[in-house]
Nanobody
Framework: QVQLVESGGGLVQAGESLRLSCAAS????????MGWYRQAPGKQRELVASITSGGSTNYADSVEGRFTISRDNANNAVYLQMNSLRPEDTAVYYC???????????WGQGTQVTVSS
């Protein structure tokens, strides 16, 4: 199975930017979709953005136009560029991976993003 390690979280002020990175290792050959989810205190985990091995992307309405997901298949990595951050973006951000012909998500340990007003 795949192992995922996120990095790049931190504390920023509203309007600033952060870039999250996720490195995948282990069984990476059959990974189709990779994505970023987030979970704020007291809320359910929600999809932020996802990208398939072919480059098709999907974004939550709340981040469309502000966040950009990208993927480096050669280095088994996925990134999330977050611009114009808002306090409501504060959450733990999790990297996920899904294999072809599967709906199971594999998760990283998460990285905290805090946006102060």
């Amino acid at each position: 199975q795949v192992q995922l390690v996120e990095s790049g979280g931190g504390l920023v002020q509203a309007g600033e930017s952060l870039r999250l990175s996720c490195a995948a290792s282990g069984n990476v050959l059959s990974i189709n979709r990779m994505g970023w989810y987030r979970q704020a205190p007291g809320k359910q985990r929600e999809l932020v953005a996802s990208i398939t091995s072919g480059g098709s992307t999907n974004y939550a309405d709340s981040v469309e136009g502000r966040f950009t997901i990208s993927r480096d298949n050669a280095n088994n990595a996925v990134y999330l560029q977050m611009n114009s951050l808002r306090p409501e973006d504060t959450a733990v951000y999790y990297c996920s991976a899904t294999y072809y012909l599967s709906t199971r998500n594999y998760w990283g340990q998460g990285t905290q993003v805090t946006v102060s007003s």
